[in-house]
């Protein structure tokens, strides 16, 4: 590759909001052949909001709401700012919080109004010895319509099921066409629920799908993924880092966190999607002119 050229294309792509942090990337992209996105935050907007709360017998919805919300006041995840969110538009008093921890991955404990309280996963639950089943035909509706199911316990008892739904950004549908129309194999990666990851998928025409994955199982995800070819990581969080020095390029979502800016070849100036194909797109037009 000349030096022009790289120089040019890198100046067109800087037009297009997409910034390319070494020239290296440029020309990588051109043989890509997977792309894998992360969830949350990338193929969504990353702002879920609180859709569906059952309860167990004998719990009380108010209540069970107010302590899960006071818990959730401590945590920095998108989910928790959405039960907190429920909580203060229906008024709900929040107790004070002690001895607050979070199992990255899984989900949140404390100590409010005098209860314990847990809140996560399924797998979360499972850890704590609690059986969730009697919530499963209601978890695999939620998770069939594309919401992410989470349980609370209060004193080691199960209480509520709830739901929050991450809408898809405006932009997502049209970027996966367009990645397929260049004929790339398209994958998601996410921490979130399967039935949940595969509805999502479905209905955007993703074609793999590794979800419940650890925050250090992203990197393994990636290996794995490469064996189809050439990886893209696309990626907005933290967590995303080590996935994103991983893949053959790695691409961060510019509305993102710093951290996962640092780790990426490639920098979306805007969270608009539809950047990686224009990126891909670029990168083998201007390979293209050098040969
Ligand atoms: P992701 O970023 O894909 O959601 P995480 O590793 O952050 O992955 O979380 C994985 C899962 O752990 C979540 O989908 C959720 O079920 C559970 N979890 C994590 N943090 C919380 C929290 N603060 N409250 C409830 N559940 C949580
Ligand atoms: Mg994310």
């Known amino acids: 590759a000349t030096p022009t050229s790289i120089m040019v294309g890198t100046g067109r792509g800087a037009e297009m909001g997409v910034l390319f942090r070494k020239g290296e990337a440029?020309?990588?992209?051109?043989?890509?052949?997977?792309?894998?996105?992360?969830?949350?935050?990338?193929?969504?907007?990353?702002?879920?909001?609180?859709?569906d709360m059952a309860l167990a017998p004998g719990f009380d919805r108010a209540a069970v709401l107010a302590v899960v919300a006071a818990v959730e006041a401590k945590s920095e995840h998108p989910i928790a700012r959405a039960i907190v969110a429920a909580a203060e538009a229906e008024g709900l008093i929040l107790p004070e919080v002690t001895a607050f921890d979070s199992v990255t991955g899984f989900g949140v404990m404390a100590a409010a109004g005098g209860q314990r309280v847990d809140v996560g996963a399924d797998r979360?639950?499972?850890k704590l010895g609690l059986d969730v089943s009697g919530f499963g035909d209601?978890?695999?509706?939620?998770?069939?319509?594309?919401k992410s199911p989470l349980y609370a316990a209060i004193d080691g008892k199960l209480a509520a099921i709830i739901a929050v739904a991450d809408p898809i950004k405006e932009t997502t549908p049209q970027a996966i066409q367009a990645l397929h129309r260049l004929g790339l194999k398209v994958a998601m990666i996410t921490g979130d629920n399967g039935r949940t990851a595969n509805a999502i998928a479905r209905q955007l025409g993703i074609d793999e799908v590794v979800?419940?994955?650890?925050?250090?199982?992203?990197?393994?995800?990636?290996?794995?993924?490469?064996?189809?070819?050439?990886?893209?990581?696309v990626g907005d969080g933290i967590n995303d880092?080590?996935?994103?020095?991983?893949?053959?390029?790695?691409?961060?979502?510019?509305?993102?966190?710093?951290?996962?800016?640092?780790?990426?070849d490639v920098v979306l100036m805007s969270g608009r999607l539809t950047a990686v194909s224009d990126a891909i797109a670029l990168s083998k037009a201007t390979m293209r002119n050098i040969r």
Do not use: N
């Not at 440029?26 to 990353?46: F, H, I, P, R, Y």
């Not at 209601?138 to 594309?146: I, N, Q, S």
């Not at 991983?246 to 509305?255: H, Q, R």
């Open 138 to 146: 209601t978890a695999t509706r939620l998770g069939d319509e594309g």
């Open 26 to 51: 440029l020309q990588a992209l051109q043989s890509v052949k997977v792309v894998a996105l992360d969830k949350t935050g990338t193929l969504t907007e990353g702002k879920p909001r609180l859709t």
């Open 124 to 126: 979360y639950m499972v």
């Open 241 to 264: 880092a080590p996935a994103l020095a991983e893949a053959d390029v790695g691409l961060a979502v510019g509305t993102g966190t710093d951290i996962a800016i640092e780790a990426a």
């Open 211 to 233: 979800a419940e994955v650890l925050p250090d199982g992203k990197v393994a995800a990636v290996k794995r993924l490469k064996a189809l070819g050439a990886l893209a990581y």
